[in-house]
């Protein structure tokens, strides 16, 4: 076993270093610019356990494409891709006759089976007439974690890859490796031109042999987009297929409207292009944000069009249309954080359904500020520009309820659009549009997010297409926490082996005291399990109504005292007939509470837990062949590759294979 992973390893540094691998053959003198490119991984609906991979080739002739996933040096799968060929206009490569490339072989394959919160290396390749495969380098992605665990994003806002100020593109994601980032969000406007290939491969920065404009490619800085995971929204300059290079799904009605979960955030992307299917993108978002709600996640929302924000956009028809029909959706569901682009400036402000400023942003270091969540006001952000194109200034309007603003940008706390000394721009400097790439600002924004915080870094830096030099190093211009008064709710157990007809206990707790006096508490499970058997509440805490239905107990409860903890001992059993196999099995509370605030306003925090125990269909559940099997897991722990199997038996529940476990196994063989 130890010789066939030194092996896999072997073989993924000889894939990675040369970028040539084949089952059957190896081809020689491979020329750069056949081999796979564009590469990159899309975000899924589903980022746990999967992932979309997209390439392209200018050898349309190539076939059985696949892509070949790693883990820690080890090939897990090859999975076939899907090829089509389409007609490319404004590339920058040259085919084998010197002429301008006007076709490329698309490529497209989802990845799923994967294990979450796991980093993993990828080959695309793609077959030739004569049998040689076409391979790239060894990319990388990494899956979100199967709980509510803390992460990094990068957040770019219209890239907008045109001419030299394209460049930027690179020399910005040349930064991301500083970070330990999960995936790149970006804000819609991926090129200038959708239909203009050469933007796109500007994007990737492909490098060819035969490419035709040289001084459009980066060679000092290393293109990231290939090695992070994409979520992108779609912008007015973009189309809604991406081009083919990137590939989403269209579940609010349209394309490129999804949603995905990723550790205790849920992400909502809408399409504010398509405006003749607001309907269906609002019953979209309604669904996704109650149940984001119910299971205690921040609700992030990311469109294009920034509906508020801090430069000349503000005043578009389009946008205030936008504004008029979203502003007060996005109020009412308190949608935590809007993402946005378009307007390309650096803003951000806490905004009510009628365009006023409700937040109370407190100073708390040089650059850095804070702010708790205000009610129905969700924080509008803008993410400026991502590369050196263009920058915008502000414009002149009033105050307006029928377009839900308050006038002279007074709904904002920042604005990059302001001059320096401003009070919405009191550090400078001023993200102003100037005829020189190298006076601008790109941006990017280092966005963690945690179960009570979210903390937007915001760096401007200075790039000089000419040199291909970054002039002046990425600066904080701003960095920004939202916190949030809402508990965290656990829920334990005191059975990690559930037999039938046992009875077992659940104990669901905030982890710290809420000041809150009413409080609403859910639990669901498999009906054809379990059977809910009663409550004993904790001290200081009285129910006072009880509603049960099959898979499902809602319990009242009040705490006069403003101090709720702990709510109290679920009283479960196990169905005497129940066919329980091992496996996961997962029981969820949700709590919903009325919180006082400093200030005596009141709103209701809902917060989210389950519980995963193994079950077994009775006390001779296990034979001498188990007990050997267990053996072989001896020592593995939570996180290791084996951990998949053995966490069915970790029946004293500390996160790893020990005596214990083994012992217990060995009472319950007959």
Same mark, same amino acid.
């Given at each position: 076993m130890q010789k066939s992973k030194k092996l896999s390893a072997l073989l993924l540094s000889l894939v990675i270093a040369v970028g040539l691998f084949s089952a059957t053959a190896y081809a020689d003198n491979i020329s750069f610019d056949v081999k796979p490119a564009q590469i990159n991984a899309a975000m899924t609906e589903d980022p746990r356990h999967s992932v979309n991979i997209t390439w392209t080739t200018i050898d349309t002739s190539l076939t059985d494409p696949t892509v070949t996933v790693f883990r820690n040096g080890q090939e897990?799968?090859? $999975?076939?891709?899907?090829?089509?060929?389409?007609?490319?206009?404004? %590339?920058?490569?040259?085919?084998?006759?010197?002429?301008? $490339?006007?076709?490329?072989? =698309?490529?497209?394959?989802?990845?799923?089976?994967?294990?979450?919160?796991?980093?993993?290396?990828?080959?695309?390749?793609?077959?030739?007439?004569?049998?040689?495969?076409?391979? %790239?380098?060894?990319?990388s992605f990494k899956t979100a974690p199967s709980a509510n665990d803390d992460f990094t994003f990068m957040y770019w806002a219209d890239p907008q890859a045109s001419g030299v100020n394209g460049k930027a593109i690179t020399a910005n994601s040349s930064y991301f490796k500083k970070y330990d980032l999960s995936f790149l969000y970006i804000a819609g406007d991926l090129t200038d031109t959708a239909a203009n290939e050469?933007?796109?491969?500007?994007?990737?920065?492909?490098?060819?042999?035969?490419?035709?404009?040289?001084?459009?490619? $980066?060679?000092?800085?290393?293109?990231?987009?290939?090695?992070?995971?994409i979520a992108a929204v779609q912008g007015n300059h973009d189309n809604n297929t991406f081009a083919s290079h990137l590939s989403y799904p269209a579940s609010g009605g349209t394309n490129i409207t999804y949603a995905y979960t990723y550790g205790c955030a849920r992400f909502i992307m809408l399409n504010l292009e398509n405006t003749a299917t607001r309907a269906q993108q609002e019953a979209f978002l309604r669904g996704q944000v109650a149940d984001a709600k119910a299971r205690g996640l921040w609700t992030i929302v990311g469109f294009h069009k920034s509906i508020y924000s801090g430069a000349s956009h503000m005043t578009d028809s389009d946008v205030i249309n936008a504004r008029q029909y979203w502003s007060p959706i996005l109020a009412e569901l308190d949608i935590d954080a809007v993402l946005q682009g378009h307007d390309h400036v650096l803003s951000r402000g806490f905004i009510n359904e009628l365009g006023e400023n409700k937040g109370q942003t407190q100073k708390t270091g040089e650059r850095t500020y804070t702010s708790e969540k205000p009610q129905n006001a969700p924080l509008y952000y803008v993410g400026n520009c991502a590369s050196t194109l263009k920058f915008y200034n502000t414009v002149s309007f009033a105050t307006s309820a029928a377009n839900r603003v308050t006038g002279d940008y007074a709904f904002l706390d920042l604005n990059s659009a302001r001059n320096a000394g401003h009070a919405q721009n009191p550090d400078g400097p001023r993200s102003l549009d100037s005829s020189d790439a190298k006076q601008t600002y790109p941006t990017y924004t280092a966005v963690t997010v945690t179960n009570r915080a979210i903390t937007f870094n915001t760096y401007f830096f200075q790039y000089d297409p000419t040199t291909d030099q970054i002039v002046t190093q990425p600066f904080l211009y701003d960095s920004f926490t939202v916190t949030r008064v809402t508990p965290e709710l656990n829920l334990t157990t005191d059975a990690n082996l559930v037999k039938a007809?046992?009875? =077992?206990?659940?104990?669901?707790?905030?982890?710290?005291? $809420?000041?809150?006096?009413?409080?609403?508490?859910?639990?669901? =499970?498999?009906?054809?399990? =379990?059977?809910?058997?009663?409550?004993?509440?904790?001290?200081?805490?009285?129910?006072?109504?009880?509603?049960?239905?099959?898979?499902?107990?809602?319990?009242?409860?009040?705490?006069?005292?403003?101090d709720l903890e702990t709510f109290g001992e679920v009283l479960f059993s196990a169905l005497d007939d129940a066919v329980l196999a091992n496996g996961d099995n997962v029981i969820?509370?949700?709590?919903?509470?009325?919180?006082?605030?400093?200030?005596?306003?009141?709103?209701?925090? %809902?917060?989210?837990?389950?519980?995963?125990?193994?079950?077994?269909?009775?006390?001779?559940?296990?034979?001498?062949?188990?007990?050997?099997?267990?053996?072989?897991l001896f020592g593995v722990k939570a996180g290791d590759a084996e951990w998949t199997q053995a966490r069915f038996y970790d029946f004293n529940g500390n996160g790893e294979i020990d005596i214990q476990d083994i012992a217990y196994m060995a009472q319950l063989i007959d």
């Open positions: 897990i799968m090859t $999975v076939d891709a899907a090829k089509t060929n389409h007609s490319v206009s404004n %590339s920058n490569l040259k085919d084998e006759n010197g002429a301008a $490339v006007e076709q490329k072989a =698309f490529y497209n394959v989802l990845i799923e089976g994967l294990e979450p919160n796991t980093d993993y290396t990828y080959v695309c390749a793609a077959k030739s007439a004569d049998g040689d495969v076409y391979s %790239s380098e060894g990319n050469g933007q796109w491969e500007m994007f990737f920065n492909q490098k060819a042999d035969s490419y035709g404009a040289p001084g459009n490619v $980066v060679n000092n800085y290393e293109n990231a987009m290939s090695d992070f995971v007809g046992e009875y =077992f206990r659940l104990y669901p707790a905030f982890t710290e005291a $809420v000041r809150g006096n009413a409080a609403v508490l859910t639990i669901t =499970f498999d009906a054809g399990k =379990f059977r809910y058997r009663g409550f004993t509440p904790a001290g200081g805490v009285t129910p006072v109504d009880a509603a049960v239905t099959d898979g499902q107990i809602k319990l009242t409860v009040m705490a006069p005292d403003y969820r509370a949700a709590a919903e509470i009325v919180v006082k605030a400093n200030d005596a306003s009141k709103s209701i925090k %809902s917060a989210g837990a389950s519980v995963s125990f193994t079950t077994s269909a009775g006390a001779a559940a296990y034979t001498l062949i188990d007990l050997s099997n267990l053996i072989d």
